[in-house]
Protein backbone atom coordinates (compact mmCIF):
# COMPACT_ATOMS: atom_id res chain seq x y z
CA UNK A 1 0.00 0.00 0.00
CA UNK A 2 1.20 3.53 -1.13
CA UNK A 3 2.20 5.63 2.07
CA UNK A 4 -0.52 7.52 3.22
CA UNK A 5 0.97 11.08 2.19
CA UNK A 6 1.91 9.89 -0.92
CA UNK A 7 -2.08 10.20 -1.80
CA UNK A 8 -2.81 13.82 -0.66
CA UNK A 9 -2.45 16.63 -2.89
CA UNK A 10 -3.52 20.26 -3.56
CA UNK A 11 -5.82 21.37 -5.92
CA UNK A 12 -6.50 24.74 -7.24
CA UNK A 13 -8.80 26.19 -5.35
CA UNK A 14 -10.94 29.50 -6.72
CA UNK A 15 -10.75 31.46 -3.89
CA UNK A 16 -7.21 33.30 -3.47
CA UNK A 17 -5.21 32.55 -0.26
CA UNK A 18 -7.70 29.36 0.08
CA UNK A 19 -6.14 26.29 -0.05
CA UNK A 20 -8.02 22.74 -1.50
CA UNK A 21 -6.54 19.10 -0.44
CA UNK A 22 -7.86 15.75 -1.99
CA UNK A 23 -6.63 12.27 -1.38
CA UNK A 24 -6.23 9.85 -4.18
CA UNK A 25 -7.85 6.18 -3.76
CA UNK A 26 -8.48 3.37 -6.21
CA UNK A 27 -12.05 4.30 -5.39
CA UNK A 28 -11.62 7.93 -6.08
CA UNK A 29 -10.79 11.47 -5.40
CA UNK A 30 -12.23 12.38 -1.98
CA UNK A 31 -12.34 16.34 -0.91
CA UNK A 32 -12.20 19.07 -1.35
CA UNK A 33 -10.66 19.25 2.54
CA UNK A 34 -9.21 22.86 4.26
CA UNK A 35 -6.16 21.29 5.23
CA UNK A 36 -3.68 18.64 4.50
CA UNK A 37 -4.19 16.87 7.57
CA UNK A 38 -8.04 17.03 6.83
CA UNK A 39 -7.16 15.59 3.81
CA UNK A 40 -4.93 12.57 5.61
CA UNK A 41 -7.74 12.16 8.42
CA UNK A 42 -10.05 11.85 5.84
CA UNK A 43 -8.71 8.98 3.83
CA UNK A 44 -7.56 7.24 6.84
CA UNK A 45 -11.09 7.14 7.66
CA UNK A 46 -12.26 6.16 4.46
CA UNK A 47 -9.72 2.90 4.62
CA UNK A 48 -11.10 1.73 7.87
CA UNK A 49 -14.81 2.03 6.73
CA UNK A 50 -13.52 0.12 3.58
CA UNK A 51 -12.03 -2.55 6.18
CA UNK A 52 -15.06 -2.62 8.22
CA UNK A 53 -17.38 -3.25 5.33
CA UNK A 54 -15.31 -5.83 3.62
CA UNK A 55 -14.99 -3.22 0.40
CA UNK A 56 -11.60 -4.62 -1.43
CA UNK A 57 -11.90 -1.82 -4.39
CA UNK A 58 -10.73 -4.69 -6.24
CA UNK A 59 -7.86 -5.84 -4.35
CA UNK A 60 -8.78 -9.62 -3.35
CA UNK A 61 -10.48 -10.28 -7.02
CA UNK A 62 -9.24 -12.97 -8.83
Same mark, same amino acid.
Given at each position: ?? %? =?? /? @? =?????? %??? $?????? !??? @??? =? $??? !?? &? +? /? /??? &???? &?????? +?? %??? &??? @? %? /??
Amino acid at each position: MP %N =II /D @R =IFQGEC %NQP $GQEEWF !YRA @REG =I $GGP !YL &S +K /D /DAA &SALL &SFIHFC +KE %NGF &SGG @R %N /DN
